[in-house]
Each structure stands twice: as C-alpha cells, then as structure tokens.
C-alpha cells in the first residue's frame, strides 16, 4: 500500500503560482511513476503531468505545458507540480496517483495509488 497525501492548494489570482507536493508514505517511493491529475466541477477527471521512476521522462497535458512543471524528490518520497500563469479554467481539485511501472500514462485507470485531492481555486 502505498499512502499519498497532497498539498499546497487554496486560492490565487489569475497569473499567479502555486505549488503542490504530495508526499508518499513509502521508502519504496522510486518504484512508482507519478502523475497529477484534475476533477473541475461536472468534468471527468483529466490528465495534467506524469514523471517516470526517475524523474527523467516528464509529460504534460497540452492544456497545461509550458506553464505547469511535474518534478519529485526520491530521496524526500515528494512529487511536486509547479503551477504559474494560472487560469480561471484551472480551477479543480488536484490529484497525485502513483503507478508501479516505470512511465507515467494519462489514463486514470491505469493508476493504482491515489491521494485525497487538494483545492486549487483561481480567481479573477
């Protein structure tokens, strides 16, 4: 079992920053690609950046590249989404999910992991 909780979520400007963690409960934490994802209100939950195992190989939903950027911290069990330039239309709750293969994909499914949801609330 594998415990992910996030963080770093609440409410900004539009054009703003944010950061989010999610912290991994386990030392085996490098055995997991990683992904982020978001729910908005009356939306599927959708895609927004995957990492590998090793941090090497980073992906990103068209919506959010350039702008958003997926990193982790083995070492610190720690996947991190850096936010900036943020939008209206990225407001939701933010999901990490961890997957016990090397590469991250978008669908959902795929996942085994998941943490709580953290609110990310962006206004103009």
């Known amino acids: 079992q594998v415990q992910l909780v996030e963080s770093g979520g609440g409410l900004v400007q539009a054009g703003g920053s944010l950061r989010l963690s999610c912290a991994a409960s386990r030392r085996t934490f490098s055995n997991y690609a990683m992904g982020w994802f978001r729910q908005a209100p009356g939306k599927e939950r959708e895609f927004v950046a995957g990492i590998s195992r090793s941090g090497g190989n980073t992906y990103y939903a068209d919506s959010v590249k350039g702008r958003f950027t997926i990193s982790r911290d083995n070492a610190k069990n720690t996947v991190y989404l850096q936010m900036n330039s943020l939008k209206l239309e990225d407001t939701a709750v933010y999901y990490c999910?961890?997957?016990?293969?090397?590469?991250?994909?978008?669908?959902?499914?795929?996942?085994?992991?998941w943490g709580q949801g953290t609110q990310v609330t962006v206004s103009s």
């Open positions: 999910a961890a997957r016990s293969d090397y590469g991250p994909t978008m669908r959902r499914y795929d996942y085994d992991y």
